[in-house]
């Protein structure tokens, strides 16, 4: 019932944008090369939250965030600008997670590879603590399941 209830948010926020929903999220973004690209965002956002009030849907605001995803040689050039909707500013971040995937603005993942790690070495440590006496396969087993 979902599905059908959000199917025509994808045509209401066009534009030149793409719009992908994922269960109850929705990610929306566009190339940016000039003014008018922005323009098309905004007018993308601001349909979203048209469609939004006319489905009565309430958005949790702090959860909705503007990412720039860019080359390490961008330099800023004043083209991107927080999106504002009845006097709402979306916070811009340098890094967002999104499916358990910690994105940063260069996708280099760094954070994200160093969260697993972390995680992993976590898992281990339980394992060690709580399995003193446990043989190398069963070991094995049981770190590659909860890792």
């Not at 929705?26 to 007018?43: E, G």
């Not at 280099?108 to 976590?122: G, M, P, Q, R």
Request: aromatic residues 12%.
């Amino acid at each position: 019932m979902f599905i059908i209830f959000i199917n025509d948010l994808v045509h209401s926020c066009e534009y030149n944008l793409k719009l992908y929903l994922f269960g109850d999220d929705a990610k929306m973004y566009c190339l940016i090369k000039d003014v008018s690209d922005i323009d098309n965002l905004q007018r993308g956002i601001d349909n979203f939250a048209i469609w939004t009030e006319r489905w009565q849907v309430t958005l949790n605001i702090n959860k909705c965030k503007v990412i720039s995803v860019h080359h390490r040689r961008y330099t800023e050039s004043g083209l991107i600008r927080h999106y504002v909707r009845n006097n709402i500013k979306l916070d811009e971040v340098d890094e967002i997670k999104d499916l358990e995937v910690i994105y940063d603005s260069l996708l280099l993942f760094d954070k994200h590879i160093s969260e697993k790690v972390n995680e992993a070495y976590t898992m281990l440590g339980i394992i060690n603590r709580n399995f003193t006496h446990i043989s190398r396969k069963c070991f094995l087993i049981l770190y590659k399941s909860l890792v």
